[in-house]
């Protein structure tokens, strides 16, 4: 059969943001993928740029409707450690765990899209559902399903009661229980195993060298996690392990998602069960910065996510710069689909745990015309 | 003529035309709600794929640049009317009056129909997305056929007839043919799972792949008959594995008054059915889709290969003259 070029986006049933793949085929093989990216430029950054801290954590919790907490976590963090401010153990804690509730409702999103991916939705159904357990911890705790809005520069917006760290701790171990039932899922169900065994393969080697992050590189063996390697918040007291995997394939990527799932629980339980009493935040958080550059890195649900901040001694960031962990994973994905079946695309990209719009952050422009577009 | 008008009735009525079109829909809701309720989800209200139809068939009927308008207006008709056909010749109510030896054939053939129909649309429809669907519908044709035709044949084999009615009597003097034919009826299920392109076997309208596949292009009216052909499909693959397998129709005792006897008849049909329709929604439900060269790589090493250890072992039975 002669070369075919199949257009996947920028809207596919597949995908859930506008993203365009050429994959170019022979018959059911793939033989090369063409990337275009950036079709949902926001201007974020923007935007950042002309807001003072107060209002910027607002605006890029919205950068990301999943990992909202990491974006507003990671530029707090930053801007901070720039105003040199020591944050009372409470807060760390009570942010540590909206970081690890959000972990897990996150992962428990890929495990159902991943599913549905293959066409296995009762699977989708089901994470989805208890899914909603998570949403409804958070709900209860900040009083948002999606955009928490629990950070503030100094601290957390809102205290948790004993009511609310008793009625999440008696939810975890039926949580507990579910993800259980998805491991054997995934080890057990016939149709998951030959879908996902051997599928997207990448070695450690390959994992470095296309700069993968996150369970993505976990799953091919490279050991890095950003709440270890460089611990921010409450990460260092509490006890817990990084996930890694050798199989280096989709099967992998899911059964390092389903052990940091058990990870995120063991750290949410530990975390309610040793909650520091004092402060939520610090008295009077100066207003302005002072001059000074910082790189803030944070281990969102998808990987290693930078925020790199430029201060300039005003209330407003000079520069922001947010480097996602999709766009770092991107590479990676091109270098997995060559050769592999086409019927395996949607799987292959969805193992990254793509987000898609929070990648957005550049505008092509066509250097001969001026105008926005695939430069020629 | 109250005999042409019987059959007038027959075809037409019950259990022909209206009946088969009602009981499709209500096969579709059972469908839907039984998977629906196993996944944790609500489900449709009964009339909601009676309600589905309507508003499809309403629908503005779009054609694709380039297509040929009355290839794509005939082939949801023509799949239609051949599904519609195969249910007159499998019992419902006792022995169909349309039965004839060989009629097991002409079932099976006129099944196959919508197939070549979805792969004809996506062939014409210009679309890449179809295009490659088209080509999965005829590729797992070709794989799943052999062993569902095996798996069909061999109750056909061991009863001597190739009439549907006269393999039901023979199970109503003898045993049912899931008892006799276990590895058959297992195979048959499968391959009627593959041929109704339920998941596992999907793969030609795979959502997330190539969006509807051979479905893509079609819209209103057509994508109303197709959806229906899918709905008549089902239920005359479940009357038939009912029908080959599991007795059909037939009562193992006789029961007078005859319209009692006619009555209990439909019950027991009703009954197969759905048990047919529930074993292939739980199928449905517990798998995900596998890959066309996964099934081709299953198909003709496990289901053609015990359907052919199915059909050795009723030949041999056959040869050495074991009574059942």
């Given at each position: 059969m002669p070369e075919v070029v199949i257009p996947i986006g920028p809207q596919h049933p597949a995908l859930k943001e506008p993203v365009n793949f050429r994959v170019i085929a022979d018959g059911e093989k793939i033989i090369r993928l063409e990337l275009d990216l950036s079709y949902s430029h926001r201007g974020v950054e923007k935007a950042a740029e002309s807001r003072n801290f107060i209002r910027v954590l607002p605006l890029l919790e919205r950068v990301c409707g999943i990992c909202s907490h990491s974006h507003s976590t990671a530029f707090s963090k930053g801007i901070e450690e720039i105003m040199q401010l020591e944050i009372p153990p409470r807060a760390l804690y009570i942010r540590t765990i909206i970081a690890e509730l959000e972990r897990m409702h996150s992962h428990m999103l890929w495990l159902g899209v991943a599913a549905h991916e293959i066409g296995f939705n009762t699977l989708f159904m089901w994470t989805w559902r208890d899914r909603e357990v998570v949403q409804d911890t958070l709900e209860e705790m900040t009083g948002n399903r999606v955009h928490y809005g629990m950070n503030e520069i100094g601290g957390v917006r809102c205290d948790l009661t004993p009511v609310q760290v008793n009625k999440a701790l008696s939810r975890l171990p039926n949580l507990e229980e579910r993800v259980r039932k998805y491991v054997d899922m995934v080890n057990d169900q016939e149709t998951m195993l030959i879908r996902f065994k051997g599928i997207g393969k990448m070695s450690r080697e390959e994992a470095l060298k296309f700069g993968a992050v996150g369970p993505t590189a976990r799953a091919s063996g490279v050991d890095i996690d950003t709440r270890r390697d460089d611990p921010y918040l409450a990460y260092q007291e509490v006890p817990w392990n990084v996930v890694t995997d050798t199989a280096g394939d989709v099967y992998g990527r899911t059964r390092v998602r389903i052990g940091e799932l058990f990870e995120s629980i063991?750290?949410?339980?530990?975390?309610?069960?040793?909650?520091?009493?004092?402060?939520?935040?610090?008295?009077?958080?100066?207003?302005?910065?002072?001059?000074?550059?910082?790189?803030?890195?944070?281990?969102?649900?998808?990987?290693?996510?930078?925020?790199?901040?430029?201060?300039?001694?005003?209330?407003?960031?000079?520069?922001?710069?947010?480097?996602?962990p999709t766009l770092a994973n991107w590479t990676s994905v091109a270098m997995c689909l060559v050769n592999q079946n086409l019927a395996d695309i949607p799987v292959i990209v969805a193992a990254i745990d793509p987000c898609l719009s929070c990648t957005s952050r550049i505008t092509i422009v066509n250097h001969k015309n001026g105008k926005p577009g695939r430069s020629g | 003529m109250t005999d042409t008008l019987l059959l007038l009735v027959y075809i037409i009525v019950f259990p022909g035309f209206i009946f088969l079109l009602a009981y499709a829909l209500f096969f579709e809701f059972l469908d839907r709600k039984i998977s629906a309720r196993m996944q944790h989800r609500v489900g449709p209200p009964l009339f909601q794929p009676f309600a589905d139809l309507i508003k499809m068939l309403g629908k503005e009927v779009i054609d694709p640049d380039g297509v040929d308008r009355h290839v794509f207006d005939t082939a949801p008709l023509v799949a239609l009317a051949a599904v519609m056909t195969a249910f007159l010749y499998i019992p419902v109510t006792g022995a169909s009056p349309l039965a004839f030896q060989g009629d097991l054939v002409v079932v099976l053939y006129l099944l196959m129909l919508p197939t070549v129909a979805l792969f004809l649309i996506g062939w014409l429809s210009r679309n890449v997305f179809s295009a490659v669907g088209g080509i999965r519908a005829v590729t797992q044709m070709f794989i799943y056929e052999v062993p569902f035709f095996l798996a069909l044949l061999t109750p056909a084999l061991m009863a001597g007839s190739w009439s549907i009615s006269d393999i039901v009597l023979w199970q109503q003097e003898h045993?049912?043919?899931?008892?006799?034919?276990?590895?058959?009826?297992?195979?048959?299920?499968?391959?009627?799972?593959?041929?109704?392109?339920?998941?596992?076997?999907?793969?030609?309208?795979?959502?997330?792949?190539?969006?509807?596949?051979?479905?893509?292009?079609?819209?209103?009216?057509?994508?109303?008959?197709?959806?229906?052909?899918?709905?008549?499909?089902?239920?005359?693959?479940?009357?038939?594995?009912?029908?080959?397998?599991?007795?059909?129709?037939?009562?193992?005792?006789?029961?007078?008054?005859?319209?009692?006897?006619?009555?209990?008849?439909?019950l027991l049909?009703?009954?197969?059915?759905?048990?047919?329709?529930?074993?292939?929604?739980?199928?449905?439900?517990?798998?995900?889709?596998?890959?066309?060269?996964?099934?081709?790589?299953?198909?003709?090493?496990?289901?053609?290969?015990?359907?052919?250890?199915q059909v050795a072992l009723v030949l041999i039975v056959d040869y050495f003259g074991v009574a059942v």
């Open positions: 063991k750290i949410v339980r530990y975390c309610l069960e040793n909650l520091p009493g004092g402060q939520i935040r610090v008295n009077n958080p100066p207003k302005n910065a002072p001059e000074g550059e910082i790189l803030s890195r944070y281990e969102a649900p998808r990987g290693e996510l930078v925020h790199f901040i430029r201060t300039n001694g005003t209330d407003k960031v000079e520069r922001v710069d947010i480097r996602t | 045993l049912w043919f899931m008892v006799i034919q276990p590895i058959g009826f297992v195979v048959g299920l499968i391959g009627l799972q593959a041929k109704l392109e339920r998941t596992p076997f999907d793969i030609p309208e795979a959502e997330t792949e190539i969006v509807a596949g051979p479905w893509t292009e079609l819209t209103g009216r057509r994508l109303a008959l197709m959806h229906l052909t899918s709905d008549v499909s089902l239920v005359v693959g479940s009357s038939l594995i009912a029908a080959l397998f599991l007795g059909g129709p037939a009562l193992p005792w006789t029961v007078s008054p005859v319209w009692l006897n006619w009555i209990a008849g439909f049909f009703l009954a197969k059915t759905l048990a047919v329709l529930l074993i292939l929604s739980s199928m449905k439900v517990a798998t995900g889709r596998i890959r066309i060269d996964q099934l081709n790589a299953i198909g003709w090493k496990y289901i053609a290969g015990a359907a052919v250890v």
